[in-house]
């Protein structure tokens, strides 16, 4: 995907990458705001480039043995705090990210929003690619419907 989109991906242990922008090895990194203020990648990196190339989900997860030992009620007191703590947990992620802006543009940080449309279409060959299999284009189907 970052080649698609005209970079080189440079793998680095996280706790390098100040040190590796620092020294120029790279050139910038893969963040969201939060972490971008927190690692203080923005003390080297002054602008934010944001794209929403990628939103990774939080799961919770429970073995299949543990459940089926759980009465019908239990099962669905789980769900429902499950779902609870989805919110929950969006609310505080909502509070972090708005302060880390804050404070980000406190350091002299800068954020820009990106124009999505060139990022989508130099990296349609791999939405192309993953729409081959029935079961990841129904899958990919779902995030776009998700996303919009």
Do not use: C
């Not at 089926?68 to 919110?87: C, F, G, V, Y």
């Not at 192309?128 to 990919?140: G, V, W």
Request: glycine share 4%; no cysteine.
């Amino acid at each position: 995907m970052v080649e698609l989109m005209g970079g080189s991906p440079t793998p680095i242990s996280f706790g390098e990458v100040y040190t590796a922008m620092q020294q120029g090895v790279v050139d910038g990194a893969e963040n969201n705001v939060p972490s971008w203020v927190q690692t203080r990648h923005i003390e080297i990196a002054k602008v934010f480039s944001e794209d929403e190339h990628a939103s990774i989900p939080d799961f919770l997860v429970i073995s299949s043995k543990t459940w089926d030992k759980l009465t019908p009620d239990q099962q669905q007191i789980l769900i429902k705090a499950a779902k609870a703590s989805e919110a929950y947990q969006q609310k505080l992620w909502d509070k972090i990210d708005a302060d880390t802006r804050a404070q980000a543009k406190a350091m002299g940080g800068e954020i820009i929003k990106v124009d999505k449309a060139p990022f989508r279409a130099a990296v349609q060959p791999l939405f192309d690619e993953f729409k081959k299999d029935p079961k990841q284009a129904a899958l990919l189907a779902k995030f776009e419907a998700a996303a919009e």
